[in-house]
């Protein structure tokens, strides 16, 4: 059995409220609030970045699991907001998680779904026989122009997922489904992202997730009864409600994977944030239905399957308690952690 | 061999932007030959202390171009700088006086000089003067590093930043009467309280200026001084002493081992105590600093430095004058020079050519401290 | 300053100090020999806790600068991110110290925050 064998989380203490935002672009914050469901959102300090917010997920995966960390075998980071264009996160986090030189390593970007991608990745390295443990650590900074409605929601994250052998959640399968559609993009050298609008609904989101997960469902044989929790990438609150529906999945099987709510999108750390809240619940031999995306776009689709051994899992910090504790900074303060003002 | 102190001579501190690194010390020099009434031709050495002409103004090698443009040039004289942060001046003069003391030279010039205003921020400059790895990265500079120790100090033992108040005040009023000084007006508690902070608890006032300025001390053996001179200061001690570095490592922040180790040696090598000092000039590079001094020195128990100040001990007329020259504070603190400079204060006060600062002294002595502690210079004078 | 950022990243990213097994001393930063045993000692690498009490602050540069003190008393100076007085328990934190400038590399290291 190969699957998840420890999981981390870390989300910046500050948030900003969409009222604080629209105060700025003179927007009506009932209506976002309406639109998109979501209420405030995470913003880093001023010193933290992508490997800082990276290297304290990893922490609290491996604090939780008694595994010396020389024995993780491969590290991977997947993020849209990488603090170098050309130096690796992966290795700053290797470095500072005390996993010594042997490791297998990159880092990936795949919008929002790099970290899922890395976790196929160790899965299959695990399945090989090529590593005993994997880490694929999911972590950003979102960015999104100021003033564009994604600044409502673009928030900050990370999550730390350690694969390997005798897991406390099974990956019973996954299976991906890729196509070139640029919905959301960022040329090289550009400071911000940008998006096609309503494209990145029904063709992007909705088609790259169903597909994904009804592919899953017919090659192994589910149907949505057999999952008791479903969660997927949170853009908004909206879409995964939307794409849950759209799949036979009831408001009460998503409701424990919904940070997005108080958090706002963490991007590359998006679906895990939630996976990891349902964790924290869930028990054994209930299954969860994983489908991230990631623009440009593509959906990774798992089946986990929680066993016996999260029983002994210490779950004492859960996600949901960990974000409540919180400080509300204004708009100059926002730009200020963002370093967008110096 | 005992030396004494045949002339002193030193500029006046402050930003002297018409002076260069090189032409600064001219008059300090010529004003200490000619105190001694010597040419310059007798000089046998020089050993200059200055902290970093490196950061402020790009010159290294110093000891051989201030040799050259003081007029030694000719003599070919050995030239040496010496450097030990802020305590650079007061280590040039123990330099000086072992090279007397041990009959390897008879007549030398002990001498200071920092131009610090030709750079953008001489206080970066001073914070090389901490441990670049692990206090200066972590975001720490010299006032952080002594603000620290302040905090901890009000702490344990109840000082407030009024008693730090109370020391600028002191010494601005005593540099009144010092024609040399950097900042010859008074100053309230009140200002001191109403500055704002640099390092808190630390206020701009609480922290000495980084000046220009030089001085020059002139030191011979005991036969040539009587010979020489009138009125010749001897110096009965000349002590130094090292500590950890960094305040990570330190046994006790609140102490500065490196003060306690020179100053008893310098008192049980002197024979005099701690209560028969009649004046001294401390490093007040910072308030805290001193009151500190007080304690390290023995004129107070420790936690104790406080009641000096209040109860006006170290003000010119009580127990034990402290800073009547107006302290680095006051005087400025021309960095490398300050050591020497504490030096000239001294003799001038024991000759009794100190004017309306005047204080009636038998023994003097000087504190010179380098950065955060790690290097500390005692000198004991006396008539 | 690459190598020399570079050489240290191992002792920034957690907090590596020393220990004397001839006197049992530790020391923070790092060292290579024990000042009280000299040649006689025998200096090992040893990781401290990533808990701690402070014993006094400042606030410079707008940065909250801390002696932390650990266990074994040994203190390490650091930034602390939060609100701290003396006497409260902080723990450590890996975030950005600073870069050499906008094209140059990054320093992470340790800094500290309140332990709520």
């Given at each position: 059995m190969i699957g998840i064998v420890s999981y981390g989380t870390y989300i910046p203490r500050f948030r900003i409220k969409v009222e604080e935002i629209a105060r700025i672009w003179n927007e009506d914050a009932n209506a976002i609030k309406q639109n998109l469901g979501v209420f405030e959102k995470a913003v880093p300090d001023v010193d933290e970045d992508t490997a800082t917010m990276a290297v304290e997920a990893g922490r609290e995966a491996i604090s939780r699991v008694r595994i010396r960390p020389e024995k993780i075998g491969a590290v991977f980071v997947g993020s849209e907001s990488h603090p170098y264009a050309v130096k690796p996160t992966a290795t700053i986090v290797g470095e500072a998680l005390g996993i010594g030189n042997y490791y297998f390593s990159a880092d990936l970007e795949f919008a929002c779904k790099a970290a899922t991608a890395g976790i196929q990745i160790c899965y299959a390295m695990v399945k090989a026989g090529m590593i005993e443990y994997g880490f694929s650590i999911g972590s950003d900074i979102a960015q999104a122009r100021p003033g564009d409605a994604l600044e409502y929601t673009a928030g900050a994250g990370a999550v730390a997922i350690l694969v390997g052998k005798d897991p406390i959640a099974e990956i019973e399968a996954t299976v991906s489904y890729t196509s070139d559609t640029p919905d959301f993009w960022r040329r090289d050298l550009q400071p911000y992202p940008s998006h096609g609008g309503r494209f990145t609904g029904s063709p992007a989101y909705f088609r790259h997730i169903v597909s994904a997960a009804k592919k899953l469902m017919e090659d192994f044989g589910y149907s949505a009864k057999d999952f008791d929790f479903a969660v997927f990438h949170q853009p908004n609150a909206k879409f995964p409600q939307r794409v849950a529906y759209m799949l036979g999945f009831n408001e009460e099987k998503i409701a424990e994977g919904m940070l997005v709510k108080v958090v706002g999108n963490t991007y590359s750390a998006s679906s895990l944030l939630g996976l990891c809240g349902i964790l924290d619940k869930a028990m054994p031999d209930q299954r969860i239905l994983l489908v991230s995306f990631g623009s440009g776009a593509g959906s990774d689709a798992f089946a986990i399957r929680v066993t016996e051994k999260i029983l002994d899992y210490p779950r004492n910090r859960r996600v949901w308690d960990k974000v409540k504790n919180c400080v509300y900074i204004d708009y100059a303060l926002y730009l200020k952690h963002r370093r967008m003002i110096k | 061999?005992?030396?004494?102190?045949?002339?002193?001579?030193?500029?006046?501190?402050?930003?002297?932007?018409?002076?260069?690194?090189?032409?600064?010390?001219?008059?300090?020099?010529?004003?200490?030959?000619?105190?001694?009434?010597?040419?310059?031709?007798?000089?046998?050495?020089?050993?200059?202390?200055?902290?970093?002409?490196?950061?402020?103004?790009?010159?290294?090698?110093?000891?051989?171009?201030?040799?050259?443009?003081?007029?030694?040039?000719?003599?070919?004289?050995?030239?040496?700088?010496?450097?030990?942060?802020?305590?650079?001046?007061?280590?040039?003069?123990?330099?000086?006086?072992?090279?007397?003391?041990?009959?390897?030279?008879?007549?030398?010039?002990?001498?200071?000089?920092?131009?610090?205003?030709?750079?953008?921020?001489?206080?970066?400059?001073?914070?090389?003067?901490?441990?670049?790895?692990?206090?200066?990265?972590?975001?720490?500079?010299?006032?952080?590093?002594?603000?620290?120790?302040?905090?901890?100090?009000?702490?344990?033992?109840?000082?407030?930043?009024?008693?730090?108040?109370?020391?600028?005040?002191?010494?601005?009023?005593?540099?009144?009467?010092?024609?040399?000084?950097?900042?010859?007006?008074?100053?309230?508690?009140?200002?001191?309280?109403?500055?704002?902070?640099?390092?808190?608890?630390?206020?701009?006032?609480?922290?000495?200026?980084?000046?220009?300025?030089?001085?020059?001390?002139?030191?011979?053996?005991?036969?040539?001084?009587?010979?020489?001179?009138?009125?010749?200061?001897?110096?009965?001690?000349?002590?130094?002493?090292?500590?950890?570095?960094?305040?990570?490592?330190?046994?006790?922040?609140?102490?500065?081992?490196?003060?306690?180790?020179?100053?008893?040696?310098?008192?049980?090598?002197?024979?005099?105590?701690?209560?028969?000092?009649?004046?001294?000039?401390?490093?007040?590079?910072?308030?805290?600093?001193?009151?500190?001094?007080?304690?390290?020195?023995?004129?107070?128990?420790?936690?104790?430095?406080?009641?000096?100040?209040?109860?006006?001990?170290?003000?010119?007329?009580?127990?034990?004058?402290?800073?009547?020259?107006?302290?680095?504070?006051?005087?400025?603190?021309?960095?490398?020079?300050?050591?020497?400079?504490?030096?000239?204060?001294?003799v001038i006060q024991l000759r009794g050519e100190a004017g309306k600062r005047q204080v009636n002294a038998e023994n003097a002595l000087a504190l010179n401290i380098g950065g955060s502690g790690a290097t500390a210079v005692v000198s004991i004078l006396s008539r | 300053m690459v190598p020399r950022i570079w050489r240290r990243i191992r002792y920034r990213y957690n907090v590596i100090a020393s220990y004397c097994e001839s006197c049992g001393s530790y020391y923070y930063p790092q060292r290579e020999i024990c000042p009280k045993c000299r040649r006689k000692g025998i200096v090992k690498e040893t990781e401290m806790d990533s808990e701690g009490t402070v014993l006094s602050y400042t606030v410079v540069n707008g940065r909250k600068i801390a002696l932390i003190e650990f266990k074994n008393g040994t203190r390490m100076l650091a930034e602390v991110c939060g609100d701290i007085e003396i006497g409260c328990r902080v723990k450590k934190a890996f975030r950005r110290y600073g870069e050499d400038g906008e094209a140059g590399i990054i320093y992470y290291g340790t800094k500290f925050v309140p332990i709520n």
């Open positions: - | 061999m005992k030396v004494a102190i045949i002339g002193v001579g030193t500029t006046e501190f402050g930003e002297l932007w018409d002076k260069s690194f090189r032409s600064l010390f001219l008059s300090a020099g010529l004003s200490a030959l000619e105190d001694a009434g010597i040419s310059g031709k007798e000089i046998e050495a020089i050993y200059i202390g200055n902290m970093s002409a490196g950061k402020f103004v790009d010159q290294e090698h110093i000891a051989a171009l201030i040799a050259d443009h003081a007029g030694l040039a000719e003599f070919g004289i050995p030239a040496i700088r010496v450097e030990n942060a802020d305590a650079s001046g007061g280590s040039a003069f123990r330099q000086a006086y072992m090279a007397v003391a041990s009959g390897m030279h008879d007549i030398v010039i002990a001498a200071g000089i920092e131009k610090v205003s030709d750079a953008n921020d001489p206080m970066e400059v001073l914070s090389s003067a901490i441990d670049q790895e692990w206090e200066r990265f972590i975001g720490a500079n010299l006032p952080a590093i002594y603000a620290i120790i302040a905090r901890l100090h009000m702490h344990k033992f109840g000082t407030k930043e009024e008693d730090f108040a109370m020391i600028a005040v002191k010494n601005h009023k005593n540099a009144v009467h010092n024609p040399k000084a950097q900042f010859r007006k008074e100053i309230s508690v009140e200002d001191v309280m109403n500055s704002p902070y640099v390092a808190e608890p630390l206020k701009v006032l609480d922290c000495a200026p980084l000046s220009d300025g030089a001085s020059a001390v002139i030191l011979a053996n005991e036969e040539i001084a009587k010979r020489l001179c009138d009125t010749p200061v001897y110096v009965k001690a000349c002590t130094q002493a090292s500590d950890y570095f960094s305040i990570q490592n330190r046994r006790d922040i609140l102490t500065f081992e490196a003060v306690v180790k020179a100053s008893r040696r310098a008192y049980k090598i002197s024979k005099i105590e701690p209560k028969d000092i009649n004046i001294a000039e401390v490093h007040d590079s910072f308030t805290i600093a001193e009151l500190i001094a007080y304690e390290d020195l023995g004129f107070a128990k420790k936690g104790e430095g406080a009641k000096l100040i209040r109860e006006g001990e170290t003000e010119i007329g009580g127990r034990i004058p402290v800073n009547t020259s107006g302290g680095l504070k006051a005087c400025g603190h021309a960095v490398g020079a300050t050591g020497i400079r504490q030096i000239v204060d001294l | -």
